[in-house]
């Protein structure tokens, strides 16, 4: 299989196999207009298999909502062909309308207008807590 390379834009690599989509989706990249290659289960020394999102444009990606969904990615800022800047993401102290909550007595669930907010409770379990009932939320790292 041939993928070109890119000239300027980003290259999301280490994903975990099967995240892809999901990010796909959280950025809202189908509403792009330029070029996206999703490269799917490609073998990796170093994790067994791993997905790679190629994006032909340099745009302003909510890192936040990378780093919740898989904090092992590495963002490479492409420029003129070249790797210009490595990003390592870390889970974020704190992500806003990413998730909702699942209590049902939570405010988030009457009032539409308040945003959703976690917080990190615990990095080494992936937990984050709403900020308004204190429900949980589990970071899926499947």
Known sequence: MNIDGIQNGIVLDHIKAGKSMDIYNYLDLDKLDSTVAIIKN???????????????????????????????????????????????????????????????RCITGCEQEIDHIFVLADEEKCLYRCIYCDGEDYVSLK
């Open 42 to 104: 490609v073998k990796s020394t170093k994790m067994g298999r791993k997905d790679i999102i190629k994006i032909d444009e340099l745009l302003d990606i909510d890192l936040d909502v990378l780093a919740y969904i898989d904090p092992k990615i590495t963002v490479n800022i492409i420029k003129d062909g070249k790797l210009a800047e490595k990003r390592h993401l870390n889970l974020p102290k704190e992500i806003k309308n990413v998730l909702k909550c699942k209590n049902p």
